[in-house]
């Protein structure tokens, strides 16, 4: 989940924002609100890093939040279709 802190820090910065996402089927989830996983031994991770979200002068923070959680949850689904493709 994007948070505020990342959308305050690129806005003042005008620092390009990057989204990544991970999967693995082989992990112990905690029981928590991110369900934080960790992942075993010789465990298999596929990794996807989304293109740069350029952050421009003048841009609002909310707006930051939106691209960013967007462009997350692509990330997420890219790394977990990775993994099922085995590459």
């Not at 031994?41 to 923070?61: C, L, N, Y």
Request: hydrophobic share 45%.
């Amino acid at each position: 989940v994007a948070k505020e802190g990342v959308a305050f820090i690129a806005a003042r910065s005008e620092a390009d924002v990057l989204a990544m996402g991970a999967f693995t089927a082989t992990c112990y989830r905690l029981r928590r609100w991110d369900r934080y996983a960790l992942p075993l031994p010789f465990s298999r991770i596929a990794v996807a890093i989304r293109a740069p979200i350029r952050v421009e002068k003048g841009i609002d923070r909310p707006q930051i939040l939106t691209m960013l959680s967007r462009e997350m949850t692509r990330a997420m689904a890219e790394a977990e279709n990775l993994y099922r493709r085995g590459r």
